[in-house]
């Protein structure tokens, strides 16, 4: 389905598991298993106008799945699994990777009345079920930080 579009924020690996449910399994069209990945460094935007993604943070590193290797990538060395997998043992890798990050890698930190929590995750795609203008991504997934507002 080319506009299942999906931009997720939420804390805590139940939420996670829901959040993954949607990219990957039978909902909406999602794929079956993963096959290859990506880690993207922070760095600086990528500015584009035409096809508006969000990939690359000044701040936070990005996880991105494939359903199969992307025949162009601008973002960094694509790594091909072992095995295709499917949502649990992927879900395991991920929040792994995400339990991993340090404080410093978290993104969407604010200045506010209240505390940041770790813990939370964004989970989401682009436009034409997108990912970093590749149409083999799956979603993208990275850091960022709760808001507990008084």
């Known amino acids: 389905m080319d506009n299942h579009v999906v931009d997720i924020r939420s804390v805590g690996r139940e939420s996670f598991d829901h959040a993954l449910a949607i990219f990957i399994g039978k909902h909406m069209g999602g794929s079956k298993t993963v ?17 508006k993604t969000e990939i690359v943070h000044p701040k936070a590193p990005t996880f991105v799945l494939f359903w199969s290797e992307p025949t162009s ?3 960094g060395e694509v790594n ?13 890798l991920v929040w792994d990777w995400l339990e991993a990050r340090p404080r410093e ?3 969407e930190g604010i200045d ?23 149409p083999y991504g799956i979603c993208a997934i990275r850091p960022i930080f709760a808001w507990y507002g008084k």
């Open 73 to 75: 990538w601008d973002f």
């Open 35 to 51: 096959s290859h990945t990506c880690i993207i460094e922070p760095g600086d935007p990528v500015k584009d106008d035409y096809r």
């Open 80 to 92: 091909k699994l072992p095995y295709a997998m499917g949502r649990e043992r992927t879900g395991d």
């Open 105 to 107: 890698e978290y993104a």
């Open 112 to 134: 506010m009345d209240g505390s940041l929590g770790m813990g939370a995750f964004r989970m989401w795609n682009e436009g034409w079920t997108h990912v970093g203008h590749s």
